[in-house]
């Protein structure tokens, strides 16, 4: 947690190569966001989606009433997916391989969601 620049990583010897236009100081609180909206989240996402869990929360959030709390939730991640990248290649000024194979992805979860066939199973 010291160091948060990604120094430790080997990134570059002051690790802010390419982040000039990153609004933050250190890695420190994009990775804690990472890891809950793109780590966590869609693990819980993709367990509910298989199980069936009630969780109050997620119905309040639903911005979908007559389908499935956690199937809306799969579309917020595509969203969120989407959005993080293309934060992402704004900040760095830069567009990888990577970028493009997680905007495609974030697309794809947006898509396999809105297949008709999806959208029936988790209709309530």
């Not at 990583?9 to 390419?18: V, Y």
């Not at 890891?35 to 009630?54: D, E, K």
């Amino acid at each position: 947690m010291k160091r948060s620049t990604g120094t430790i990583r080997g990134m570059c010897e002051n690790g802010t190569r390419g982040f000039e236009h990153n609004p933050l100081a250190s890695f420190l609180f994009p990775g804690i966001i990472l890891l809950l909206v793109l780590g966590v989240m869609p693990t819980m996402i993709a367990i509910s989606l298989i199980c069936y869990i009630h969780w109050g929360l997620g119905e309040r959030l639903n911005l979908y009433p007559d389908r499935y709390w956690a199937w809306t939730f799969s579309l917020y991640t595509g969203f969120a997916l989407i959005i993080w990248i293309m934060a992402q290649v704004y900040w760095i000024q830069d567009v990888s391989i990577i970028h493009l194979v997680y905007f495609a992805w974030g697309v794809g979860i947006q898509v396999v969601s809105l297949l008709p066939g999806v959208q029936r199973i988790y209709s309530k």
